[in-house]
């Protein structure tokens, strides 16, 4: 196609190396597009002009419809576990993997569309988005990125111009987005029934080791670099977990589909930050067992990495009970290193010195924890607050208990470890994308009103810096907002 930068170059390596898993397609054109947010600086780390990605044809290329020649858009095969019970073919429905990228760093980034029209994978669906999930994506994705947590990052939301029928009657966008890669657990799982149908592990193999050298590649010159891949997938999802439960992050829906190989957070559909303390958290609509509760999330982590280990087996060892015993022994490092994570995290958000023993900070977190969840606190001011006590001023900190006394002890306690507040003001965001101003967010763009968006967005991007003006986007919702829900219909 004629008109586009020739500098913008679109590799189609997946494609071309893992071919039974890509499906050509293109994307469907947009009556009438309207840029809604474009990430400069991430366009910049892509080397993407961000003016020439404001023209017509760099929307374009946002919505797939104007490409670089050689590009070659593919829809992407992957089977996986949804709330437990196995699909063996979901595939990008309504997305497509538009090529890969070398960013100024070097590496290669994949760019993708959510909401291009529908593919042979579409099942019932529409193919389509809508305004309002594809901006809580990029939203709550570069907040991640923003506080430091691994996560696919987004780059533009365009309207379509399309109405899409949801509920009620949407306005269509698409939303362009960046990843390591779009591999997930569901693409291995896909490979491997692929395997057990043709009698032949090619596929799978050419898939792990198209992972290990795109994420992994220490793991070519192990002694087994399958065991290797898996071992390097489990400890980079032990760290994300941890990372989530350290922010109260909660991914909703913890699919095999949804949990990729890079490590990175993927696919934020009823995703949401927890405010008051409590394990049991849920907020997606359609999560009525909690299966997906925050708490739960390092368990289902866990058992995901388990359907991950199944699809290696035939390539880390032909004995299948020896494939199994090294699965096995590799999946117990899982919760050895959420453990170690998650503690080093909290002590950071403690501000603990290294002097404390491991026994004295682990004791100090299980109580505050008790402590937090019998008094409803809201688990990001409080840390915040928090660091406002080891500076001397433990009034904020104070009030958000109804009942302070049992507090008042624990707060002696961890005074006399001599914690540092700068630590923790360093770990322990300010701005984060609360649900009621998400919601006021999203409202409003959709109905054509962008301010509230580009606020909250400059906010949540510096997460840790507390500034003049923006005390409202510290607060937890009003007992008004009532209680929260999410949804999956996107
Ligand atoms: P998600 O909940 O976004 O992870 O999607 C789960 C599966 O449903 C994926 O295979 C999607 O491609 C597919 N899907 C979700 N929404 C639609 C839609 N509107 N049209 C077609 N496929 C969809
Ligand atoms: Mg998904």
């Given at each position: 196609?004629?008109?586009?930068?020739?500098a913008?170059?679109?590799?189609?390596?997946?494609?071309?190396?893992?071919?039974?898993?890509?499906?050509?397609?293109?994307?469907?054109?947009?009556?009438?597009?309207?840029?809604?947010?474009?990430?400069?600086?991430?366009?910049?780390?892509?080397?993407?002009?961000?003016?020439?990605?404001?023209?017509?044809?760099?929307?374009?290329?946002?919505?797939?419809?104007?490409?670089?020649?050689?590009?070659?858009?593919?829809?992407?095969?992957?089977?996986?576990?949804?709330?437990?019970?196995?699909?063996?073919?979901?595939?990008?429905?309504?997305?497509?993997?538009?090529?890969?990228?070398?960013?100024?760093?070097?590496?290669?980034?994949?760019?993708?569309?959510?909401?291009s029209?529908?593919?042979?994978?579409?099942?019932?669906?529409?193919?389509?988005?809508?305004?309002g999930?594809?901006?809580?994506?990029?939203?709550?994705?570069?907040?991640?990125?923003?506080?430091?947590?691994?996560?696919?990052?987004?780059?533009?939301?365009?309207?379509?111009?399309?109405?899409?029928?949801?509920?009620?009657?949407?306005?269509?966008?698409?939303?362009?987005?960046?990843?390591?890669?779009?591999?997930?657990?569901?693409?291995?799982?896909?490979?491997?029934?692929?395997?057990?149908?043709?009698?032949?592990?090619?596929?799978l193999?050419r898939?792990?080791?198209?992972?290990?050298?795109?994420h992994?590649?220490?793991?070519?010159?192990?002694?087994?670099?399958?065991?290797?891949?898996?071992?390097?997938v489990?400890?980079?999802?032990a760290e994300l977990?941890?990372?989530?439960?350290?922010?109260?992050?909660?991914?909703?829906?913890?699919?095999?589909?949804?949990m990729?190989?890079?490590?990175?957070?993927i696919?934020y559909?009823?995703?949401?930050?927890?405010?008051?303390?409590?394990?049991?958290?849920?907020?997606?609509?359609?999560?009525?067992?909690g299966?997906?509760?925050?708490?739960?999330?390092?368990?289902?982590?866990?058992?995901?990495?388990?359907?991950?280990?199944?699809?290696?087996?035939?390539l880390?060892?032909?004995?299948?009970?020896?494939?199994?015993?090294?699965?096995?022994?590799a999946l117990?490092?899982?919760?050895?290193?959420?453990?170690?994570?998650?503690?080093?995290?909290?002590?950071?958000?403690?501000?603990?010195?290294?002097?404390?023993?491991?026994?004295?900070?682990?004791?100090?977190?299980?109580e505050?924890?008790?402590?937090?969840?019998a008094?409803?606190?809201?688990?990001?001011?409080?840390f915040?607050?928090?660091?406002q006590?080891?500076?001397?001023?433990?009034?904020?900190?104070?009030?958000?208990?109804?009942?302070?006394?049992?507090?008042?002890?624990?707060?002696?306690?961890?005074?006399?470890?001599?914690?540092?507040?700068?630590?923790?003001?360093?770990?322990?965001?300010?701005?984060?994308?609360r649900?009621?101003?998400?919601?006021?967010?999203?409202?409003?763009?959709?109905?054509?009103?962008?301010?509230?968006?580009?606020d909250?967005?400059?906010?949540?991007?510096?997460?840790?810096?507390?500034?003049?003006?923006?005390?409202?986007?510290?607060?937890?919702?009003?007992?008004?907002?009532?209680?929260?829900?999410?949804?999956?219909?996107t």
């Open positions: 196609m004629t008109g586009v930068k020739p913008v170059v679109l590799d189609n390596r997946f494609a071309r190396e893992l071919p039974e898993l890509a499906v050509e397609w293109q994307a469907e054109a947009a009556p009438s597009p309207r840029l809604l947010v474009l990430n400069d600086a991430l366009a910049l780390e892509l080397d993407l002009d961000p003016a020439w990605l404001r023209s017509p044809d760099g929307v374009g290329l946002l919505l797939g419809t104007v490409l670089p020649d050689g590009a070659k858009p593919v829809a992407q095969a992957y089977a996986g576990h949804q709330f437990g019970g196995y699909v063996p073919r979901l595939g990008d429905g309504r997305a497509l993997l538009l090529g890969e990228l070398v960013d100024t760093g070097g590496q290669l980034r994949d760019l993708h569309l959510k909401g029209g529908r593919t042979p994978f579409a099942r019932g669906g529409d193919g389509l988005a809508v305004v999930p594809m901006l809580r994506e990029y939203i709550v994705s570069e907040a991640m990125h923003a506080m430091g947590i691994p996560t696919t990052r987004s780059l533009a939301v365009t309207a379509t111009g399309r109405g899409v029928l949801r509920e009620t009657p949407q306005p269509g966008a698409v939303l362009a987005r960046v990843a390591a890669s779009h591999l997930r657990v569901g693409s291995f799982q896909y490979a491997a029934a692929y395997g057990r149908a043709t009698g032949t592990t090619d596929l193999r898939l792990a080791d198209h992972a290990i050298a795109r992994h590649p220490g793991a070519a010159t192990a002694d087994n670099p399958y065991l290797a891949l898996f071992e390097a489990v400890t980079g999802q977990l941890a990372r989530w439960m350290l922010v109260g992050f909660i991914h909703g829906v913890m699919n095999t589909d949804n990729t190989i890079s490590g990175e957070t696919d559909g009823p995703c949401a930050f927890m405010e008051a303390y409590d394990p049991a958290t849920v907020f997606s609509s359609i999560d009525h067992g299966r997906y509760a925050y708490g739960n999330q390092p368990a289902v982590a866990e058992w995901n990495l388990a359907r991950f280990a199944e699809t290696l087996l035939p880390i060892d032909e004995d299948s009970e020896r494939a199994v015993a090294s699965a096995t022994d117990a490092g899982f919760r050895t290193r959420f453990q170690e994570a998650w503690l080093a995290g909290m002590r950071a958000k403690l501000g603990l010195p290294e002097d404390v023993s491991h026994e004295q900070a682990s004791g100090l977190v299980e505050l924890l008790k402590l937090l969840l008094g409803r606190v809201d688990y990001t001011s409080f915040r607050d928090l660091a006590a080891a500076r001397g001023d433990a009034g904020p900190v104070r009030n958000l208990f109804a009942e302070p006394e049992a507090f008042e002890d624990w707060l002696t306690r961890w005074r006399a470890f001599g914690p540092a507040p700068d630590t923790m003001d360093r770990v322990n965001p300010v701005y984060i994308p649900n009621h101003l998400v919601e006021e967010a999203l409202a409003a763009a959709t109905g054509g009103e962008l301010e509230p968006l580009d909250l967005l400059e906010a949540v991007s510096a997460p840790y810096d507390v500034r003049p003006g923006l005390q409202r986007y510290a607060q937890p919702a009003p007992p008004d907002f009532g209680a929260y829900r999410t949804f999956c219909g």
